[in-house]
């Protein structure tokens, strides 16, 4: 493990210690009860508790079946492009129809 990984465990787990409302890190941690280890018979897989699966990225089946980059993908993009100075229209055109 890398010093950061150590650091953000030893972080979840001395928040936790000092917060009584302390829910937990979305997606990395969760504080569950006694009664909810129960209900899923003591089992500790971390997924059970605290669900990391990336969402499910959407398909344009168009995109597929024709080519090209879905104007969605360039539209949820454009903060990094813009960041970076890029315009992606300089490479991309935009396809009527």
Known sequence: MRPEHIEKIVSAYEDFTTNADYPGIP????VVTQQQLADYEYNCNIR???DNTPPPEPQDVRSHLLGGVPKSEVDAKQEL???HGFDPMTLLQRRVG
Do not use: M
């Open 81 to 83: 492009f813009t960041s």
């Open 27 to 30: 997606g990395y941690a969760a």
């Open 48 to 50: 059970r508790y605290a």
